[in-house]
C-alpha cells in the first residue's frame, strides 16, 4: 500500500481546506485508515479513523464537528474536510492505514503512511 497525501496550505483562521489521500493497493478496501497530525515540537495526534469499506468514524474530541472523513472509491482517495480552522490545528497532516489497529488512535497500530501535507492556520 502506498499512501500520498496533499492539498495542504496556509489559511486563516476559521477558513476551510480538504486534504487528500490517494492511495494505491488493491487490497486498500480492507484497511482501516486514519488521519494524525504533528505540530512543531509536539508528538503525533489522532484525529480521525475510520475504516476504508465504511462505517463510523472515530473523531477526536479536538475536532469533532468541525472535521469530516470521506472518501471516493473511483479514485481510491481518503479525504479530510477541514472546516472551522483554528491556528492550534496548524500541523503537518499524515494520512495512515492499518490492517486490523487494536487501538485506531495509536500510530504505531498502523502498517503505511503517506509523506505528510502541512497545514498552517493563522490568526
Known amino acids: 500500500v502506498q499512501l500520498q497525501a496533499s492539498g495542504g496550505g496556509l489559511v486563516q483562521a476559521g477558513g476551510s481546506l480538504r486534504l487528500s489521500c490517494a492511495a494505491s493497493?488493491?487490497?486498500?478496501?480492507?484497511?482501516?485508515m486514519g488521519w494524525f497530525r504533528q505540530a512543531p515540537g509536539k508528538e503525533r495526534e489522532f484525529v480521525v479513523a475510520?475504516?476504508?469499506?465504511?462505517?463510523?468514524?472515530y473523531y477526536a474530541d479536538s475536532v469533532k464537528g468541525r472535521f469530516t472523513i470521506s472518501r471516493d472509491d473511483a479514485k481510491n482517495t481518503l479525504y479530510l474536510q477541514m472546516n472551522s480552522l483554528k491556528p492550534e490545528d496548524t500541523a503537518v497532516y499524515y494520512c495512515?492505514?492499518?490492517?486490523?489497529?487494536?487501538?485506531?488512535?495509536?500510530?504505531?497500530?498502523?502498517?503505511?503512511w503517506g509523506q505528510g501535507t502541512k497545514v498552517t492556520v493563522s490568526s
Open positions: 475510520s475504516p476504508w469499506s465504511g462505517g463510523r468514524p
Open positions: 495512515a492505514a492499518g490492517r486490523a489497529p487494536k487501538l485506531v488512535v495509536r500510530d504505531v497500530e498502523y502498517d503505511y
Open positions: 493497493g488493491r487490497t486498500i478496501s480492507t484497511y482501516y
